[in-house]
């Protein structure tokens, strides 16, 4: 028989094998291998366990014993209470969702938001596209003019001026922002972007398209109220008084 003679490490019997396995034989198969492992197996390090102290049953308040560190209810029926509650709670968090008529954001129109979109603010991707756009052109003159800029809401500030043209009282309805109707409500700068003046809401008023046309860079008391050069809103000299 070729190869050297080993003896097994578990069962003790003879056997050979070939000279280049001579280092790695110790066992005369896989199952005395195996065998002779598990009987030699290192001891489990013991765990360190945590000493269960006493909680507060998160639900009914008393102080219990639990049966293991992760438990923080001391009884079935606290918690049932205890699932009940969060049900509830979950119930109260759902309602609190707005899914009723809102005003659109970009064009004032009254919706409702389809199913999915509760927290929608515009009544099409349309609007809201067309709405970015004009808050995109504001905030991107005011840049260029290096002139003051604060987002705000241009339906509130009509809603504030009665929907009525600032410099000669005539009605703007609503219905006709966006058109081309002398009539139709627009924004307009007390002091004009182009001669420095800011975009805040403190800077703004709303006028007819009659009157803003004529108005354009112009500051007179003739177009509506003006504001004080001196304010905290970066307008530049040029107004004399206070707005009302």
């Known amino acids: 028989m070729s190869g050297s003679a080993k003896t097994c490490e578990h069962c003790g019997i003879t056997f050979y094998?070939?000279?280049?396995?001579d280092d790695a034989a110790r066992f005369c198969s896989k199952a005395c291998g195996g065998k002779f492992k598990t009987a030699n197996k290192a001891p489990p390090r013991p765990r360190e366990t945590k000493p269960i102290v006493d909680k507060q049953c998160i639900q009914c308040g008393d102080v219990f014993t639990p049966a293991n560190?992760?438990?923080?209810?001391?009884s079935d029926s606290c918690r049932s209470d205890r699932a009940l509650y969060n049900s509830k709670r979950s119930q109260m968090r759902k309602a609190g969702i707005n899914r009723g008529p809102r005003n659109c954001k970009g064009c004032g129109v009254e919706y409702t938001p389809e199913y999915g979109r509760a927290s929608s603010v515009y009544?099409?991707?349309e609007c809201g596209r067309k709405h970015s756009a004009k808050v995109s052109k504001h905030r991107r003159r005011a840049m260029i003019k290096g002139v003051g800029y604060e987002p705000f809401n241009v339906f509130d500030l009509f809603a504030q001026s009665g929907w009525?043209?600032?410099?000669?009282?005539?009605?703007?309805?609503e219905e006709k922002r966006g058109s081309i109707d002398p009539d139709a409500p627009e924004l307009d700068h007390i002091y004009p972007i182009s001669l420095g003046g800011p975009h805040t809401l403190a800077n703004a008023q709303l006028l007819c398209r009659l009157c803003n046309g004529e108005k354009s860079n112009e500051v007179s008391e003739r177009w509506g109220n003006l504001i004080n050069p001196a304010n905290d809103?970066?307008?530049p000299g040029g107004a004399s008084e206070v707005a009302a």
Do not use: H, L
């Open 17 to 21: 094998r070939r000279a280049r396995r």
């Open 69 to 74: 560190n992760g438990a923080s209810i001391c």
């Open 123 to 125: 009544c099409s991707d």
């Open 164 to 173: 009525c043209c600032a410099a000669c009282g005539v009605p703007t309805p």
């Open 233 to 235: 809103n970066g307008v």
